[in-house]
């Protein structure tokens, strides 16, 4: 069964699914967590996305003894819904565990990441419209008794466009989920340079976050939570969103499950 039939038959059997979440969780209660991740894992294949899927699936992945694959999920279930009390616990347990490097972020900056794009843009748009029509009337409304209003209206709309527009930019370069990667092969480093005999600048542990500054294919020219930057290879990381639904090999859909 290719992706586009699993997508296809999920769509039309919305039971299949149900049975299949319920099949991952009773594989998880009877230990077998292999088996566990691979029926979650069919899940995200075929396009089910919630914070309790992703949040069973970074569980799994850390019983069948992947911490830093499990960290990930956890990062993406804050992302579909942030402040999950089940997830929050697990992440905080896995970081005393693995140590790893986070990046950390003030109350604005949350706030500021749980502003979806489109009404930053809309915020920013308008107040520029405002500002366009105001210097439209004042320029060709020479009659107009209120041109010292409308000149202040222009300059207070006109900064706060800016001031959006800034937002906006600063949130799409350095807090969007999709600037980040988490690290999940275990022993990774940062090196000084693309090429696996480098000096290490840093050790990643399993779990770690790292913020993307160029993508070359191979490798990866990342910064680092503590104000370092350094190589690391593609291999050992996976972005933090958007969630890869493609896969090559994966079980076929059994509707008996």
């Given at each position: ?5 699993l997508?296809?038959?999920f769509?039309?059997d919305?039971?299949a ?6 099949a991952?969780?009773?594989?998880f209660?009877?230990?077998?967590y292999?088996?566990?991740v ?8 075929g ?14 992945h ?8 499990a ?7 804050t992302?579909?819904k ?14 005393r565990?693995q ?6 972020a003030?109350?604005w ?6 502003l979806?794009?489109?009404l ?7 107040p ?6 105001s210097?439209l ?15 202040a ?8 466009s800016?001031?959006?527009?800034g ?8 807090l969007?989920?999709?600037n980040?990667?988490t ?12 090429a ?21 294919g191979?490798?990866i020219y990342?910064?680092i939570?503590?104000?370092?930057v350094?190589?690391?290879?593609h ?8 969630i890869?639904?493609?896969r ?10």
């Amino acid at each position: 069964m290719s992706v586009e039939d699993l997508r296809t038959a999920f769509r039309a059997d919305r039971e299949a699914v149900r049975r299949v979440y319920d099949a991952a969780n009773r594989a998880f209660e009877n230990k077998n967590y292999g088996e566990a991740v691979d029926l979650y894992q069919l899940l995200v294949t075929g396009e089910q996305a919630s914070d309790s899927l992703y949040l069973n699936l970074g569980t799994a992945h850390f019983r069948n003894g992947s911490p830093g694959v499990a960290a990930l999920w956890f990062r993406r279930a804050t992302h579909v819904k942030p402040g999950i009390p089940e997830v929050r616990q697990n992440f905080e347990f896995l970081r005393r565990q693995q140590g790893f490097l986070e990046f950390g972020a003030a109350e604005w900056q949350r706030f500021l990441l749980r502003l979806s794009p489109g009404l930053l843009s809309w915020a920013a748009w308008i107040p520029l419209w405002m500002t366009l029509f105001s210097l439209l009337f004042v320029i060709f409304g020479s009659r107009l008794t209120i041109k010292p209003l409308l000149i202040a209206a222009a300059f207070f709309a006109a900064t706060g466009s800016a001031a959006f527009f800034g937002l906006g930019w600063y949130r799409a370069k350095h807090l969007a989920p999709e600037n980040f990667a988490t690290v999940v092969e275990k022993g990774t480093s940062a090196l000084t340079a693309p090429a696996p005999d480098s000096d290490p600048v840093v050790s990643l542990p399993e779990g770690s976050e790292i913020r993307v500054i160029q993508d070359t294919g191979p490798w990866i020219y990342a910064s680092i939570p503590g104000d370092v930057v350094g190589w690391v290879h593609h291999s050992s990381i996976e972005r933090n969103w958007p969630i890869p639904t493609e896969r090559t090999n994966f079980m076929p859909l059994d509707t008996d499950l």
